[in-house]
């Protein structure tokens, strides 16, 4: 069934929801602005090849949400959006990219942008010769993006097992990395340096041979991955990956990664809380980029990556103890602190978070 924009928008507390068409270049796209009660809303540009619009819309509302409820969690006078390009041959990229820097520039800083799956630097580039709200990809930016999200999801799994055993302790532990792109080969890398035991699953080949030539790393089959027993999982590929199917392959203690939008319903947080394993809510151990690129575009200040890891983990373990004070799912406890957060600045910017 097709969304229902409105009442999609009126139910989830949207503000703004935007089509966007570009006759020259065939671009098509949505931006989502969440909420921005908080302060300018921060998303990236998503470019997939989508099903269909629903598919799209689906997904540029739920990017949306979690990015205020990331920028809440993380203290961030920001409030949270996305964007998302219909994907097609006939597409003229940068062309589309200039086009969406033009619309973004006439927002005037109600809107940040950045990258996200299909938006590497050569497309933030094209933004950024026509506005001054997306990241610039170069030495005038913010740089460290990717690595300041590494930092947040090890710090992330270091609260989650500090929490449940009272101890790191990496050399005792096996972790499964799946996905080894930018998040996902940078967690290995710091985990295989601290003396964890890494498994790590890949679809592209030649990156798999890559990373396992660099790295001492053990190649997983991707049609294996949820299967091996390990301390964490570590989902660092695509969103929607836990799910009935998939869940009850694991045998792990731990899930942590990078991913957005991990859990393909709210009720598999719950399910993985039943089984017994300690979900770390993505939009809690994934905010290291996020927080990097706001802090910069709202201060000039680059927050050091290990200052941004600190950051992350302190608010994963704060998570993490309510929940198991609570009894409660990790994910559930993480979107009602986020509401209350985002909620307590909407009745007056003079009130403190907590
Ligand atoms: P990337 O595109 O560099 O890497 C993703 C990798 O996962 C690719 O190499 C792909 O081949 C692989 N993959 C896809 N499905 C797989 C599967 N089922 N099994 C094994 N491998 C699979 O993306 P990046 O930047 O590393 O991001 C990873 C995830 O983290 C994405 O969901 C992204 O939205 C999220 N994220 C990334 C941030 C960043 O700073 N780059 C910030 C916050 C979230």
Known sequence: MGVHI?????????????ALHDRRSNLRAFLAIHDT?????????RRWAYYDEDQALRDVLRLARAMTYKSALAELDAGGAKLVILDRP???????YRFLGDAIERM???FYTGPDVGTGAHELGCLAERTRFATDPGPNGPGELAESTVAGVVAGMEAALQLLDGAIDWPRRTVVVQGLGEVGAGVARRLVAAGAKVLAAELDAERAASVAAELAVELVDPSREYDPPCDVFAPCALGGILHDLTLTRLHCRVVAGGANNVLARPLHGDRLHERGILYVPDFVINAGALIRGATFHLTGERESVDSIGRRVGRVASEILKLAAEEGAPPARVAVREAERRIEARRRGPHLVDR
């Open 37 to 45: 009660s908080r302060g300018p809303a921060f998303g990236g540009v």
């Open 108 to 110: 005037a800083g109600r």
């Open 6 to 18: 409105l009442d999609a928008m009126s139910r989830e507390g949207f503000e703004e929801v935007v």
């Open 90 to 96: 006939d597409l003229d990229v940068e062309a589309g």
